[in-house]
Structure formats: structure tokens, C-alpha cells
């Protein structure tokens, strides 16, 4: 069964751009997660998709936005990119119900220069 | 104060040694508990879930779960250089507005020395 899988793995954006990540859910799972990993924050949770619906938010700006196509596909955008933004963004995966256990895909590397 | 405290390391252990990985967390709430492994530049791969209060083994790896200190500890046994990696902590509560949003610790390096 394929993991998640999230594109492109890599990028480089400048300043003040903006930048859209994809991410594809486990088959059969229906919540899309999507956190951010840094050095000096660790990973912070940005937002859930579930069943095409915003579940749950994190601390982040209205920058930081997402959505969740009707097959679970989600993708996250973020504009007016900041050098702060550099960061490893993950997507993860579960069926969708409490407790469920949540699988992580390789991330995608965002630099902002 | 961060609701889930972990100690980053680095901890640096021979091989064949065993490992013992800790979290503290702030938030009562907390009755799901986590252990992810993350090697570098790779995401977090889910090692061991456990619910509540109690012990789960699995292979080389036991979870410890204390709710009443609010503690909970990953031990690996035999220790290999192959387990040189980030332990990432994580939990998250029942409530259904959570949903599925996990809150991490820090991450502790460790590093196995051959």
C-alpha cells in the first residue's frame, strides 16, 4: 500500500512569492494534516483537512492556507513568502477518527531566499 | 512553557546499550501517545501508539505511558547503529474537535556508536 506522498520535494522560492505544496493521502484515508518543521520550533501543526472541510487550526498567519479535493488530495499555500518560512513541510495521513494512527510522507524542503 | 518538554541531546550510546527516551507533558487532556523516528532530511516514521496509562512492547522497543506524573518513555533494547536517529514524543486528546492534530516534543538525537 503506497504512503503518502508529497510533491515537489524540493524547492527554492524568493522573497515574497508563493509557493503550493501537494500532498496524497494513504488510499482509503480521509484527513489530511499538514505541520512545519524547524530548527527552532520544532514541528508545529498548521491545519487539518477532513472530508474537503477545515477541522482544525494552528498559530500560523492567514498566509499559511490549504483545501482538500473530494479524492483527499490536499494541497497547502503559503503567500507572500517570508524568510522565515524556510522550512521542512509535512503532510500526514489517518483514516480520520480519534486516535487513529497518523503516518507522515518524506516532506517537502522549502528555502526562501 | 511548552505543553510537551523532551530533551534534544545529543545522546551518544554503544551499541548493544540500552536507550531510554523521555517526555513530560503539561496537558491532562493528552490520551494519545506517540513515539516517531526521523532520520535526517526524512519524515517522522511512527514506531509505537499506545492509549492511556501502561506499557506496549514491540520487537526491541517498549512505550511507557504514566498519566498520573504525566511522563512517558520509549526504551530500545539492543541498541544499533542503524537506530541513530531524531525520537519525536507526540499526544493528542479525545477531544473531536482535535481531530487529528498531533503536538510534539522537541526531539532527542541520538546517536549509536559502533
Known amino acids: 500500500k503506497a504512503g503518502v506522498t508529497q510533491t515537489p520535494r524540493y524547492l527554492i522560492k524568493t522573497r515574497g512569492q508563493q509557493v503550493t505544496l501537494s500532498c496524497s493521502p494513504i488510499?482509503?484515508?480521509?484527513?489530511v494534516s499538514w505541520y512545519q518543521q524547524t530548527p527552532g520550533q520544532g514541528l508545529q501543526f498548521l491545519f487539518e483537512?477532513?472530508?474537503?472541510?477545515?477541522?482544525n487550526k494552528g498559530n500560523f498567519p492567514g498566509r499559511f492556507s490549504g483545501r482538500q479535493f473530494s479524492n483527499s488530495r490536499s494541497e497547502m499555500n503559503v503567500s507572500t513568502l517570508e524568510l522565515g518560512d524556510s522550512a521542512l513541510y509535512l503532510c500526514?495521513?489517518?483514516?480520520?477518527?480519534?486516535?487513529?494512527?497518523?503516518?507522515f510522507g518524506e516532506g517537502s524542503w522549502l528555502t526562501v531566499v | 512553557q511548552k505543553e510537551v518538554e523532551q530533551d534534544p541531546g545529543p545522546l551518544s550510546v554503544p551499541e548493544g546499550a540500552i536507550v531510554s527516551l523521555n517526555c513530560t507533558y503539561s496537558n491532562s487532556a493528552f490520551q494519545y501517545f506517540m513515539w516517531y523516528r526521523q532520520y535526517s532530511r526524512k519524515g517522522p516514521e511512527l514506531l509505537m501508539y499506545t492509549y492511556s496509562s501502561g506499557n506496549k512492547e514491540d520487537g526491541r522497543f517498549t512505550a511507557q505511558v504514566d498519566k498520573s506524573s504525566k511522563y512517558i518513555s520509549l526504551f530500545i533494547r539492543d541498541s544499533q547503529p542503524s537506530d541513530s536517529a531524531t525520537y519525536l514524543c507526540?499526544?493528542?486528546?479525545?477531544?473531536?474537535?482535535?481531530?487529528?492534530?498531533?503536538?510534539f516534543g522537541g526531539g532527542t538525537r541520538l546517536m549509536v556508536k559502533p
Open positions: 488510499s482509503g484515508h480521509r484527513s
Open positions: 507526540a499526544m493528542s486528546h479525545p477531544n473531536n474537535n482535535a481531530g487529528n492534530m498531533l503536538t
Open positions: 483537512y477532513f472530508s474537503e472541510t477545515q477541522r
Open positions: 500526514a495521513s489517518s483514516a480520520g477518527g480519534v486516535g487513529n494512527t497518523i503516518y
